[in-house]
T-cell receptor, first 117, second 114 residues
Framework: ETGVTQSPTHLIKTRGQQVTLRCSSQSGHNTVSWYQQALGQGPQFIFQ???????GRGNFPPRFSGLQFPNYSSELNVNALELDDSALYLC????????????????FGSGTRLTVV | GDSVTQMEGPVTLSEEAFLTINCTYT??????LFWYVQYPGEGLQLLLKATKADDKGSNKGFEATYRKETTSFHLEKGSVQVSDSAVYFC?????????????FGTGTLLAVQP
């Protein structure tokens, strides 16, 4: 089975610009979550998508938005970039059908390193 | 809200030394607990997990036991190798919630010297 694929791997943007990050979920997974990992910190939950709708959101402003497509791939969009948005953005896929199982788990991609200058 | 606290690093050990990385959590209900590992320049890999009290997760010589009475999930390995050098994250996930989102600790950098 294929794993989670993210693109691009690295990206440099200027403050105020907009960026789109992409994620292809693992085969058989229908849920995608996005996390932001600032340097030296643990990942922070941004939001989750299921059936093309947002299914939970962390403490991030509305300029962070997302999409999920019928093939379960996903995009993370960030508008009006700020210097503090510089981070590693991680995508994680899972199967919501397994949500009732206590061993519900995630498969993470390798991330996109975003630098805002 | 739910949270995870890990011992701060870096932890520097010689090869074949014993490893302990402490992790405690605060959560309502009965979360599942995880250890993830992140090698330089890479994403997160699940190392081990435990889904109920007294469960022991194990993988690649690493172990952690879900201790409900002390709200802890400490990571241990009897003999570390240079290849174990990485950042280790303790995490929890609520059971049955809408998102089952993961809540991570800040990570502990492990450096193993030959």
């Amino acid at each position: 089975e294929t794993g989670v694929t993210q693109s691009p791997t690295h990206l440099i943007k200027t403050r105020g610009q907009q960026v789109t990050l992409r994620c292809s979920s693992q085969s058989g997974h229908n849920t995608v979550s996005w996390y932001q990992q600032a340097l030296g910190q643990g990942p922070q939950f941004i939001f989750q998508y299921y059936r093309e709708e947002e299914n939970g959101r962390g403490n991030f402003p509305p300029r962070f938005s997302g999409l999920q497509f019928p093939n379960y791939s996903s995009e993370l969009n960030v508008n009006a970039l700020e210097l503090d948005d510089s981070a590693l953005y991680l995508c994680a896929s899972s199967s919501l059908a397994d949500r009732g199982r206590r061993d519900y788990g995630y498969t993470f991609g390798s991330g996109t390193r975003l630098t805002v200058v | 809200g739910d949270s995870v606290t890990q011992m701060e690093g870096p932890v520097t050990l010689s090869e074949e030394a014993f490893l302990t990385i402490n992790c405690t959590y605060t959560a309502t209900g009965y979360p599942s607990l995880f250890w993830y590992v992140q090698y330089p320049g890479e994403g997160l890999q699940l190392l081990l997990k435990a889904t109920k009290a007294d469960d022991k997760g194990s993988n690649k010589g690493f172990e952690a036991t879900y201790r409900k009475e002390t709200t802890s999930f400490h990571l241990e390995k009897g003999s570390v190798q240079v290849s174990d050098s990485a950042v280790y994250f303790c995490a929890l996930s609520g059971y049955g919630g809408a998102t089952n989102k993961l809540i991570f600790g800040t990570g502990t950098l492990l450096a193993v010297q030959p």
